[in-house]
Nanobody, 124 residues
């Protein structure tokens, strides 16, 4: 059973930065793509960023391009989301997820393991 544990969320002022981490258990981390999603109150869960198994291919939602960066360290079974120039509209619970395949996808149905989520709140 794979477990994903997010950390690094918190309260930050607009324009500030946070770094989210997601530690994965299991021995197959380096074979699968990972993704970050977020869900704001009253809204559906949305794709934020995805990274392929090796880390050389990434995809971002248009709303976060140039501000958020996804990366991974396969030696540490960890995926990261560096969040800069944060805006109040970035406020949400952020989830990491492990894909069914080696390539990233923007669809949540392609991810079958999910973390418990970490709250990010950006004040104006």
């Amino acid at each position: 059973q794979v477990q994903l544990v997010e950390s690094g969320g918190g309260l930050v002022q607009a324009g500030g930065s946070l770094r989210l981490s997601c530690a994965a258990s299991g021995r197959t981390f380096s074979s699968y793509a990972m993704g970050w999603f977020r869900q704001a109150p009253g809204k559906e869960r949305e794709f934020v960023a995805g990274i392929n198994y090796s880390g050389d291919s990434r995809r971002y939602a248009d709303s976060v391009k140039g501000r958020l960066t996804i990366s991974r360290d396969n030696a540490k079974n960890t995926v990261y989301l560096q969040m800069n120039s944060l805006k109040p509209e970035d406020t949400a619970v952020y989830y990491c997820a492990k894909s069914r395949s080696s390539g990233w996808s923007i669809s949540p149905v392609e991810y079958y393991y999910w973390g418990q989520g970490t709250q990010v709140t950006v004040s104006s």
